[in-house]
């Protein structure tokens, strides 16, 4: 066997393999394009077969088997042609050349005899390369305007294609330099060889070369990840991936979000408008896979959904693939892929969406969680503004309120002994009243910005728990007789006195606020295990149970206090709690709404708790 024999061998071994592969395809996918590639394999296997086969069988060559050849070889351009249409635009004018120059060469090789004379054999050899090189330049375009694998496999089919045509032209020169025979024949098998390469690694790429070619953008998309998350917008950070997925394929690439307002799939990330590359129906195949969690492949989304197979047409949609994004239990959405045309991608293609969609679903945690922490210290820095002014406004206020409240107080006294007076003492009295108020609630803004700080100040002494918790029951004020105190022994430990009065002072007149008018409050003072324990208890609203966690909390105020009918701002628990700790003890609080609520305070006994 010469070298010759051998490259046409193979050379026919090849279109063999790619008819069978993609015939194997077709009766898989049963799309235009993939019929049109068979077709024009089937007919080139024809070709390549006829010769063997007859042989094998023992029959003679007749003049009309070998004119069979000639005309399906004579065909192939026109079937090149309309596997061209299916990918971009061929002019009218074009295919009706062809098929006019398919119709000459038919009739061209049934008239004449063989060997055919050199003019018929210029103008069929003509024609098969003319035609050979538009499909091979059709497709040159086609891959300029493509990405990826698609632009790899493009290439290739071009090569493919103008390497024939290549062929063909050598032939036509062989009858103008009729010595070069053996040149031309054995350039013309080498030719054909490549073109059979060719062919095979656009229309049938093995696996391992779809990835070696999805490699770059991948590689790209991945190095482009990492910074991803640090995108202006989780906006310009879903285009990104739209972009990077996308190229990677070759294919256009849409991500929906689960909008968990709606219960629906997103695609315009609240921007109202979907973006034209995405087509409205695909939701349905998207929101499937959104509720399967498993990757799918549609190779024709027409078929998947014939509802809209005509929308799926207009929009250019053929396969389909489709990725759930999922951070661990988190559903964020889905990655769907989309070509206009097979053979774009395969169902191998899905471990890669996967991967890619699982990459997105990395990147946009790191966005919600950036957003998460940026959110929290922009909340913590507007509650130290909040902070700092509440602060400064109630030290401001402090000087001239306690003026105010020393003049007011003189004042009262004077028009109590000035009978001549006696007529305004109310509105003096009011006057103290309300600037006594004031002063206190100064001094309790003071006091919440000093616990907050840890300042606040406790200068703790040998002192008679006991003693305080009747001074506070015994002070002058409205609904005093609905105090009952059970304080029998003495209690001495180390505390602050002033800071200990003004913790059981807020219980107590808390107790009297929410409760009834002539309900009691009861205040418990004894030691137990070598603490200190103070209980008021009241048989007023009560807090509800979702309230009770916080009522410890600033600002916080129960859902069941109406603020027109109690007085407060939710300050005092809290300063009630920074004292407590302070003291290293505690407190805490049961309660039922309508029933009432009983605060503990636990303080270590004489000798323990923080050392001052
Ligand atoms: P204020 O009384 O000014 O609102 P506090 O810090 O003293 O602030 O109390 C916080 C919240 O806890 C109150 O608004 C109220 O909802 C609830 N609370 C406190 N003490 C009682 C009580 N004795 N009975 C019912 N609710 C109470």
């Avoid at 086609?142 to 990405?147: G, I």
């Avoid at 004020?477 to 913790?503: C, F, H, N, W």
């Amino acid at each position: 066997m010469t070298a010759l024999q051998l490259i046409q061998d193979l050379t026919n071994v090849l279109f063999v393999s790619i008819f069978v592969l993609t015939a194997v395809a077709a009766y898989r996918r049963r799309t235009r394009i993939a019929l049109d590639t068979a077709v024009l394999f089937g007919a080139l296997a024809v070709v390549v077969l006829e010769g063997p086969a007859l042989q094998l069988l023992g029959i003679q060559t007749s003049a009309a088997s070998s004119a069979t050849a000639s005309i399906l070889v004579m065909a192939l351009p026109c079937l090149m042609l309309s596997l061209l249409a299916d990918f971009t635009n061929v002019p009218l004018l074009v295919r009706a050349i062809a098929l006019g120059g398919l119709i000459a060469a038919a009739i061209v090789i049934i008239t004449s005899g063989t060997p055919l004379d050199p003019i018929a054999a210029l103008f069929l050899v003509a024609y098969f390369g003319i035609a050979a090189l538009y499909v091979a330049f059709g497709f040159v375009r086609l891959a300029r305007r493509s990405s990826g694998v698609t632009k790899r496999r493009t290439q290739a089919v071009a090569a493919g294609t103008g390497l024939l045509g290549l062929a063909i032209l050598v032939v036509a020169a062989s009858t103008v330099a009729p010595g070069a025979a053996a040149f031309v024949s054995g350039a013309t098998q080498l030719l054909a060889l490549l073109a059979a390469v060719s062919w095979l690694l656009g229309f049938a790429p093995p696996a391992r070369l779809r990835r070696y070619w999805q490699e770059p953008e991948l590689r790209a998309f991945l190095e482009r990840a990492s910074t991803l998350p640090r995108l202006p917008s989780t906006d310009a950070i879903l285009r990104e991936l739209e972009r990077g997925a996308g190229d990677s394929f070759g294919a256009r690439a849409a991500i929906g979000l689960y909008d968990a307002n709606t219960g629906s799939l997103c695609f315009d990330n609240g921007h109202g408008a979907l973006p034209p590359e995405v087509p409205e129906h695909s939701r349905f195949l998207a929101s499937r896979v959104f509720a399967s969690q498993h990757a799918e492949f549609f190779p024709d989304a027409a078929l998947a959904h014939p509802e809209h197979a005509t929308a799926y047409r207009a929009a250019q949609v053929g396969p389909v693939l489709v990725a759930p994004i999922t951070a661990g239990q988190r559903r964020i959405g889905v990655l769907e892929l989309f070509a206009a045309h097979q053979p774009v991608f395969s169902g191998d293609d899905l471990a890669l969406a996967q991967l890619l969609a699982d990459q997105a679903a990395v990147i946009l945690e790191s966005r919600a969680l950036i957003d998460e922490a940026a959110r929290v210290q922009a909340l913590e820095e507007a509650a130290k503004l909040k902070e700092d002014f509440v602060s400064a406004a109630a030290h401001d206020l402090k000087t001239p309120l306690t003026t105010l409240l020393g003049q007011a107080q003189i004042l009262e006294l004077r028009f109590a002994r000035d009978p001549a007076l006696a007529q305004h003492q109310p509105a003096i009295g009011r006057i103290a009243r309300e600037a006594r108020r004031l002063s206190a609630l100064v001094e309790d803004l003071l006091d919440a910005s000093r616990v907050e700080e840890g300042k606040l100040e406790v200068r703790r002494e040998p002192a008679d728990v006991a003693a305080v918790v009747k001074l506070v029951a015994e002070r002058n004020r409205p609904g005093k007789e609905r105090i009952v105190v059970d304080a029998r022994e003495r209690l001495t430990g180390s505390v602050d006195r002033r800071r200990i009065e003004q913790l059981v002072d807020n219980l107590v007149e808390n107790g009297l606020k929410y409760s009834g008018e002539d309900s009691a409050v009861e205040v418990r003072a004894w030691r137990d295990d070598g603490e200190i324990h103070v209980t008021v208890r009241d048989h007023g609203i009560g807090i509800p149970a979702t309230d009770l966690p916080h009522v410890f909390e600033r600002f916080h105020r129960a859902a069941n206090v109406d603020a027109r009918r109690y007085a407060g701002i939710g300050l005092g628990l809290y300063i009630c709690l920074g004292i407590a700790q302070e003291h290293g003890g505690r407190i805490w609080v049961e309660s039922t709404v309508g029933q009432g609520s009983t605060f503990h305070v636990a303080l270590p006994g004489a000798g323990e708790g923080k050392p001052n």
